[in-house]
């Protein structure tokens, strides 16, 4: 029903249509009174460009420090990355010598192993 009984006041603050218009009416009326001051225009125009460029400046030197602030996270965590990428890279040069001092000590008894068996083949 549109318009519907109601007993209490506790009624219309728990109803958000109400809430809404109650909302526009003062954000109406706080416009209304800024443009209806007892100001000249030339005054109110001046006042309004101000506030507007005051507050132009301070979005742009926040979007600045945001972005300074930004900006070095991301070389902090490139940073990082190359360090890790460092030691992972020296991790596996270390691991390859290992291998290859191994294989050539495997290469090595292997060679004195044939040459120990021709040797004894030689004796034969």
Do not use: C
């Not at 070095?72 to 992972?88: L, Q, R, T, W, Y």
């Amino acid at each position: 029903m549109l318009f519907e009984q109601r007993k209490d006041v506790q009624d219309y603050v728990t109803d958000t249509t109400f809430l809404t218009g109650l909302l526009t009416g003062v954000v109406s009326g706080l416009a209304i009174g800024l443009l209806l001051a007892p100001r000249s225009g030339k005054k109110l125009r001046k006042q309004i460009a101000k506030k507007v460029h005051d507050e132009t400046k301070e979005a742009k030197h926040q979007w600045h420090k945001a972005k300074e602030r930004a900006e070095d996270k991301f070389d902090a965590f490139e940073n990082g990355v190359a360090s890790v990428a460092g030691k992972a890279e020296d991790e596996f040069s270390n691991y390859a010598h290992k291998a290859q001092h191994g294989a050539n000590h495997l290469a090595d008894k292997a060679k004195a192993g044939i040459d120990s068996i021709k040797d004894t083949v030689k004796f034969s």
